[in-house]
């Protein structure tokens, strides 16, 4: 197997979009999938890009993605990377790619003095196995919230 991980360009942008709705199907979120190329161009590669992406090439064909981007902790004054996807198509599951993705990302935040961090779906077992295998610890006492459609403009409009 001819594995390489490269940084996405411009042209990877319809690649990267396959993949995204190849996730989002596994992830059963597929409805919930209104990005466009054009979006997912802005976030990379727009005037203030928002996120990076690693693509794993096999014989020169993608068959996997990494898509990260920065943030912030107020309490260790310091940057860390949110690792948003991390997928591989299940044809190539197994063989490592995964894991150099994941190595790739950790990369980079080692090479900005950062940390990680990521969420996963709580029936994914397989990826939880798979992170725990890695050293990955599971951020306890956290829950995940989102604020968005009315709620967002009605909790907006307070400030007025």
């Given amino acids: 197997m001819n594995l ?8 990877d942008v319809p690649v990267i979009a396959n993949l995204i709705r190849q996730l989002a199907e596994y992830e059963k979120m597929l409805p919930q999938m209104v990005s466009t190329e054009q979006d997912l161009h802005e ?3 727009g005037a ?3 996120a990076e992406t690693l693509l794993a090439f ?6 996997g993605f990494a898509l990260y981007f920065e943030t912030y902790s107020t ?5 860390g ?4 996807d991390l997928y591989v198509e299940p044809a190539h599951r197994g063989s490592g790619i995964g894991k150099k993705l994941l190595a790739a990302v950790a990369q980079a935040a080692r090479d900005r003095d ?3 961090q990521w969420l996963v779906l ?8 798979f992170y725990q295998r890695l050293g990955a610890t599971r951020v306890e006492k956290w829950d995940s919230y989102r604020l968005e459609g009315e709620a967002l403009a009605r909790l907006a409009g307070l400030t007025d």
Avoid at 75 to 79: E, H, I, N
Avoid at 81 to 84: A, R, S, T, V, Y
Avoid at 122 to 129: T, V
């Fill in 58 to 63: 096999v014989d020169d064909r993608a068959v």
């Fill in 75 to 79: 309490f260790r004054g310091r940057r």
């Fill in 48 to 50: 203030r890009p928002v």
């Fill in 81 to 84: 990377i949110h690792l948003e």
């Fill in 114 to 116: 950062a940390w990680m």
């Fill in 4 to 11: 390489r991980i490269e940084r996405a360009v411009p042209r």
């Fill in 122 to 129: 709580d029936w994914n077992e397989s990826a939880i196995g």
């Fill in 43 to 45: 976030a990379l590669f």
